[in-house]
Structures are given as structure tokens and as C-alpha cells.
């Protein structure tokens, strides 16, 4: 289900007179798929929920996304850096901050390092690629 579903929100983020919050009562958690695509408004319902009930709330992202689509907050120069402070203070107990799909540790270590070298603009690709040999 969306955002929007769960709280019951239009989608200016207000709440929606037409309808109802979704019936959570039947489940005993809460997974928020793709975190990282909020906002910090977005988020900061997220985490109003959050303190709101007694279910357990996960959530899942990768955290080499682009920013979410609306931030626009002008006065932050590190929009990765600003998120995962607002997502450290929601989750103050993370795992899984590796790639589950790598067989071996030397396979999570080498994607990890082509991951760094394709967001690494100074290096040319030809770099990266012979990482793969």
C-alpha cells in the first residue's frame, strides 16, 4: 500500500477527507519499501506514525538513490548526508547495509568498490571495468 493509503493523506500531504487511515490492526508490522524516495516531510510522517503506534515499522532503501523527487530544501548542501541523519534518528537500529544478492564477502567487497568507482566521476570507466577481469 502507499504513504498516502496508510496515513490517509491527499497527495498534498494533507489529510484526506474522503476517505480512512488503512486497517493495520490485523498485521503485526510495517514495512516502508524505498525510504530513501521521501521527502523529509514525507518522513517526518513516517515517523509521527511510527511514534503512534505499537506495531513494528521497518523500512528498505538504497542509499546511493537520487534524492527524492520534491526536496527542495535549499538551504542543505549534502542532501544524502541530511537524509541519513533524518533516517539514523528514525532507525536508530540498522542491518543488512550490504548487498544481499553477493555470494561471498570478497563478491560484497567488490561490489561495493564498482559501486563507489560508477559514483566516482574523476575516475574514468575503463578503471572500473578492469575490476571485473
Known sequence: MTLNKLLNINIMGEQNKYG???????HEAICVEEIRLYTPHELIKIYQFMNSTNKKVFANGDDSQNKPFGFFLN???NVKEYLDKILNIMFPNQMLQFNKRAKTKEDQMLLHKI???????????????????
Open 20 to 26: 480512512e487511515r488503512y486497517d493495520i490492526s490485523d
Open 75 to 77: 538551504n542543505v548542501k
Open 115 to 133: 559501486k563507489a568507482d560508477i559514483f566516482d566521476y574523476t575516475k574514468e570507466i575503463s578503471t572500473t571495468l578492469q575490476l571485473l577481469q
